[in-house]
Each structure stands twice: as C-alpha cells, then as structure tokens.
C-alpha cells in the first residue's frame, strides 16, 4: 500500500511538471531549436578545420611535460570522464520531475545553457580558423592517415560530418577545447542551480572574508603620500582629530560617571539619559531649550 500510494504521488507529480514544462516549451522553443541547430552548425565547422589541417611538431607545453601521456590504448579514459559529466549533468537537470525541491524549470535551464554554448562556440569557431595548430592527439600527427582528410568528393560528404566518427577523430580545432566548454558551462550553471558547491568556489569564498578588503580609492586619497609636506599635513590632521576625540571621551565618561563639568558646555549638550549633572542651577526648560 505504501509503495502504491508513493508511486501514485510520483506519477501525479511527473505528470503536474511535465505539463509545466510543455507549457513553457512552447512559448520558449525559438532559442532552444536555434541552439540545437547551432551544434550541428559547430560540428560541421570542426569538420570543415580539418580539412586545413596540416600535421607537424608537437609544440612544446609544460602540461604536456609535467603530466605523462595516457597512451593510445587509454585514450579512452578522457572520452568517459567527460561523457560522465555530461551524463551526470542531463540527469540533475531533470531532477525537477521528481523530487519536491524544485529550483527552476528543465526547458528555462537548457536554454540559458544553450545560450552559453552557442556564445562560447562561435568564439571557439573564430578562433580555431584564424589559428590553426597541429594537433598532439594520436591520430592528429604526422604518418596517421586521419591527420590530413582528402578533399571531400561532394558536399553532402562534409554536411553529413561522419558522425560520430568525424566528431570523435577531428583535428585542427585546439583553440580551445570544447569539451572544456561543455564542462565550465555545466559546472557554472550547477554551482547556481544545484545543491552543492564546488572547491574552486569555497577557495575563493574563504579568501575573501579572510583577507582585509582593499582600500577604496574613489575618495581620491592616496596610499603614498606625494611629498614630504602632504605627508606632514596629513600627520598633523591625523592627530588633531585623534586629540579632539580623546576630548570627546573625556568628557563622555564624566559625564556617565555624574561628574560636574563646565556649565557653558553643559548648556550646548543633549541630556543623554534624562539625569542632571551636579549643577543644580539648571531648569529643565533650560536643558529643553538648550536641547532644542
């Protein structure tokens, strides 16, 4: 009975968002199929760098250096780390359908993600045209046949990107990475929406309430004074305030304590807890005027 009951809930809550969510989708599929087409447009620019693509050296790079190669027997391993993520992050991102926490609507969130990628990647495809390196990967080098692609014998063979195979052996587009991107858009878009928080965040957070703010310099005041006699000048307004204000509290803590202090600057002061001081010789009109 009770998994009867609970599976009852579930599906009335799956069926209550899915309705939702068709409800935005089709008030907000303009963005979500440009993007969705835009994906197709990036593969087939990839597709097309390839082609320029023109195996060489390998270029010197301190990662390369400081991390030994995975070999091509493992090259597997970078593929289901990044297919982890990608999974992991589809999953989270239609959690709303069946949990009761619900922070955001699925199509709402896959289109501000779209928008991040479609940006990111029409930089990405200026950049890997305008630059083109010889790729490190293994099938990217020189003596590989899938370094240089022969010219295509119709145009239907490059719209058609020889998916997947054309996406997973292309070269020529390093700069920059686009499983980098997939991932940073992912990660920043679940430290907003998600429950948890990554290092990197908590790093920055714990630095900055840490470390004193910095000083603000739209006062115009300088850190360094510029000559001796501004540095003196501002020494001696230093201390003067400094004096004004040990006389302040002078006077503050005779005054708490019930001591008895000038009478002219007795009348030019607010009655601060309602009590007269020594000098009996005052009214309370005088103390109200004089507080007035």
Known sequence: MYVARESTKLWRRVCAETTAELQLLLQKWQLLLAGLVFQYIHGLAARGVHYLHQPGPLLQDLGFMALPE?????????????????????????????YHSKRFYTVLLW?????????????????????????????????????????????????????????LFGCGDLIFSSHMIFTLVFVRTYHKYGSNRYTVN?????????????????????????????????MKEELHKLEKDGRMMDEFHKLLNGNSIDATDWRQRVQMNGKHGEDTSHTVADATSAGT
């Open 111 to 167: 289109r501000r993600v779209l928008a991040f990628l479609v940006a990111s990647q029409f930089l990405r495809i200026m950049t890997f045209y305008s630059t083109q390196l010889p790729g490190p990967n293994y099938h990217c080098r020189e003596g590989s046949k899938l370094a240089t692609l022969p010219p295509p014998n119709n145009a239907l063979e490059v719209l058609l990107i020889n998916f997947p195979r054309g996406v």
């Open 202 to 234: 908590l790093v920055v957070f714990f630095v900055d309430n840490k470390l004193p703010e910095m000083a603000d310099r739209t006062n115009g005041l300088s850190l360094l004074p510029v000559s001796t006699k501004d540095k003196d000048g501002r």
């Open 70 to 98: 995975l070999g091509q027997e493992k090259g597997y391993l970078s593929e289901s780390v990044f297919t982890f993520i990608f999974i992991s992050f589809l999953l989270w991102s239609f959690h709303p359908f069946i």
